[in-house]
């Protein structure tokens, strides 16, 4: 079974980047369509981007379009998301996770295993 663990989170100024990463073990990426989805403190959890097993196609909901890039390293596992000109509304624990095949890509539900998140903070 994929495991999944998050890192590169923590507390930076709003305007500042982070780049988080999502490191598998127990199995490879390279045939799973991956995402990160973020729950703020009392929301609910919230798709962010995803990206195609191979790389090539990506999407963002609109809060985070022109901010967040996603990306891959199949050869390394390990999938990477690159936020840029954070706002304190983009503070939550970000969680990656793999989608099911045959779900939707736009909602949390559409995915199954999942890392334990790492938090990012934003101070404004």
């Known amino acids: 079974q994929v495991q999944l663990v998050e890192s590169g989170g923590g507390l930076v100024q709003a305007g500042g980047s982070l780049r988080l990463s999502c490191a598998a073990s127990?199995?490879?990426?390279?045939?799973?369509?991956m995402g990160w989805v973020r729950q703020a403190s009392g929301k609910e959890r919230e798709f962010g981007a995803v990206i195609s097993w191979f790389g090539g196609t990506t999407y963002y909901a609109d809060s985070v379009t022109d901010r967040f890039t996603i990306s891959r390293d199949n050869a390394e596992n390990t999938m990477y998301l690159q936020m840029n000109s954070l706002k304190p509304e983009d503070t939550a624990v970000y969680y990656c996770?793999?989608?099911?095949?045959?779900?939707?890509?736009?909602?949390?539900?559409?995915?199954?295993?999942w890392g334990p998140g790492t938090q990012v903070a934003v101070s404004s």
């Open positions: 127990g199995g490879t990426l390279s045939n799973l369509d």
């Open positions: 996770a793999s989608r099911l095949r045959g779900s939707t890509a736009f909602s949390p539900d559409g995915y199954g295993y």
